[in-house]
């Protein structure tokens, strides 16, 4: 992976959810990983979150680490992003990956879209 130095933490990601994605990679075996986070035009909200393993960061991209974790995030979905909090709850109904955006004014009832 790339080796960069830390920059603004753009998202914060609960232990739960440094957790999860830690466990994945392990369980993958994808080796020296970093967790992008991302929005793309889409969704039933007009916004959609996206979550993805990338081994290196490009120039246009902020990235930090949280518990060890690297985080990599587009300047684009930045502005989307500042303020939110990644969550990860193990919850049989309703479980998964959670996004407590601050920036959304409107989320749609699955969670995984909204308006800015």
Avoid: W
């Avoid at 994808?30 to 993805?52: F, K, M």
């Amino acid at each position: 992976m790339e080796s960069t130095t830390n920059q603004e933490q753009v998202i914060a990601l609960t232990p739960n959810a440094v957790a999860a994605v830690k466990e994945i990679i392990e369980k993958k075996n994808l080796g020296q990983v970093g967790l992008r986070v991302g929005v793309q035009g889409g969704g039933c909200s007009g916004l959609s979150y996206n979550l993805n393993f990338e081994t290196e960061a490009t120039p246009h991209d902020t990235s930090f680490e949280v518990d060890g974790l690297r985080v990599i995030v587009d300047q684009k979905s930045a502005i989307y992003l500042a303020g939110t909090t990644l969550d990860f709850s193990k919850e049989l109904v309703g479980g998964g990956f959670k996004f407590l955006n601050p920036n959304a004014k409107r989320s749609c009832g699955c969670g995984e879209s909204f308006s800015a």
